[in-house]
């Protein structure tokens, strides 16, 4: 763990070039998966990240201690999948011990969680949120290319026993694949005492065969519960949320994630860190920055705090908007990121940084 002052007010919250704060981490624990969603990994062969430059959980929790003392305060666990990283509640304990950290959340596919539900909430856990984008075992089938359909709601029903609350679904709405059930995954979250978060498909990577017209937007999304469910009410205080939330009139909230088609890049407070030390300050960033080098190198917390309070400072990146305007143009269903160069750097695909 980083060295903590005598006063934690010794350290300046650090602000970027568009005054946003430094606030939210999100910390990928592994690049690997069990499912191979084709929205975030449709290849079935990958470059992973060597096991050896892999972080372990003291250097993750003394990483996230120096970016605790610039002003984060929120984490978010994820992957690849998280919890193929064993003993993930070692982790939580770990960086629950800097009382700076106000929530830890885990985002996950939901596969391994009944074996790992109880013991996440007893370390101290504060929220989970699970991927979740078909209620249908062959759509699930066909889109993940596994058949872990079962397992996953075994451990969506493990969520409220083990004692959890804040619970989330996350859903890829995704035009002609399962633009028919958003109303029955709303229906289902309930059951749970869920909240479902749509997310519209990103055109992050470069293997995933994202077109503009795959996208369900916000506006259609809205559109279809509105004619199943009545008048939609948005909700005030998103703050720097991702998703801005609605209230159905039967008191039933939902969030939607409208990153492509209304970009919220002006309140993003995130970066995430790989598994492996690099550091981005953006999910569409082409170039990150290694901690883990200086890290292992000895360097001292002063100069690690340094380096992240400057790379912050100097932070320009507005990703969304930035493919958003290439709509202009008619260049926005061109390639983020080339699969020759995505191949050459197993960093740049969504399953090493964290979705």
């Not at 492996?276 to 360097?299: E, F, H, I, N, S």
């Not at 002063?302 to 202009?328: C, P, T, Y």
Request: hydrophobic share 40%.
């Amino acid at each position: 763990m980083s060295q903590l002052p005598d006063s934690f007010s010794s350290f300046k919250k650090v602000v970027d070039t568009h005054d946003r704060p430094l606030g939210s981490l999100r910390l990928s624990v592994t690049d690997r998966c069990n499912l191979r969603c084709q929205y975030c990994m449709p290849e079935e062969d990958y470059v992973w990240l060597p096991r050896e430059d892999v972080l372990s959980f003291e250097e993750m929790a003394t990483l996230t201690g120096y970016f605790a003392d610039l002003g984060v305060d929120k984490v978010r666990l994820t992957g690849g999948e998280p919890l193929l990283r064993r003993d993930l509640s070692r982790l939580v304990r770990l960086l629950l011990q800097d009382r700076r950290i106000s929530e830890i959340a885990l985002t996950t596919n939901g596969i391994l969680l009944a074996d790992n539900a109880q013991e996440l909430y007893e370390a101290g856990l504060h929220r989970v949120t699970v991927s979740l984008d078909t209620l249908r075992p062959e759509r699930f089938r066909q889109l993940t290319r596994r058949d872990e359909f079962a397992r996953v709601i075994e451990g969506i029903e493990s969520v409220g026993r083990a004692g959890f609350t804040g619970f989330k679904l996350d859903t890829v709405a995704i035009r002609g694949f399962n633009d028919d059930e958003l109303v029955a995954l709303i229906e289902f979250a309930k059951h749970y005492r869920a909240e479902v978060r749509f997310i519209e498909y990103m055109d992050v990577g470069g293997a995933n065969d994202w077109a503009m017209a795959k996208v369900l937007s916000q506006a259609a999304i809205l559109e279809t519960l509105t004619q199943h469910y009545g008048p939609i009410v948005p909700l005030p205080g998103r703050g720097t949320a991702p998703a801005q939330r609605f209230l159905l009139p039967d008191g039933t909230t939902f969030g939607i994630i409208a990153s492509t088609t209304q970009p919220f890049c002006a309140t993003c407070d995130r970066s995430r860190v790989t598994a492996d030390g690099m550091w981005y300050l953006c999910l569409y960033a082409a170039k990150g920055t290694d901690l883990r080098q200086p890290m292992r190198a000895g360097a001292s917390p002063d100069r690690m705090r340094e380096l992240i309070g400057a790379g912050w400072q100097n932070r320009r990146d507005r990703g969304a908007e930035s493919r958003k305007a290439l709509e202009e143009v008619g260049l926005r269903n061109g390639k983020l990121i080339g699969i020759d160069q995505l191949r050459g750097d197993p960093h740049l695909e969504m399953h090493a940084r964290g979705g």
